[in-house]
C-alpha cells in the first residue's frame, strides 16, 4: 500500500474484518526493532464484553479439575517435572 501525502494509509477489508476494526475504532503503531505492527485497541465496551466472557468462563471451569487426590504441590511436579534448582527439603 502506498503512503498518502499526508501519511495515511488504507487498511485492507481482510485485515480490518479479521480485527474488528470499523470507522471510529482506534489503532496504535507499535514500532519494535525496526517493524510497524497495528494493533487494534480495544474500546470500553469491548473491553467489558470481553472481561464478561472470561468471567463466564472461569465460572463455567471452577472447580472441574480433578487431581486425583494429589496436592497442589504433587500435581505442578507432575505437570512440570521434578525441580532440579531445588534443594533437599
Known sequence: MRVTTKGQVTIPKEIRDRLGIEPGSEVDFV???????????????????????????????????????????????WLRGPRDDLGPR
Open 31 to 77: 514500532v519494535s526493532d525496526g517493524v510497524v505492527t497495528l494493533v487494534a485497541l480495544e474500546d470500553d465496551e469491548a473491553r467489558q464484553r470481553r472481561a464478561k466472557a472470561i468471567s463466564a468462563w472461569a465460572d463455567k471451569v471452577a472447580g472441574t479439575i480433578d487431581l486425583g487426590g494429589m496436592t497442589t504441590d504433587e500435581y505442578m511436579e
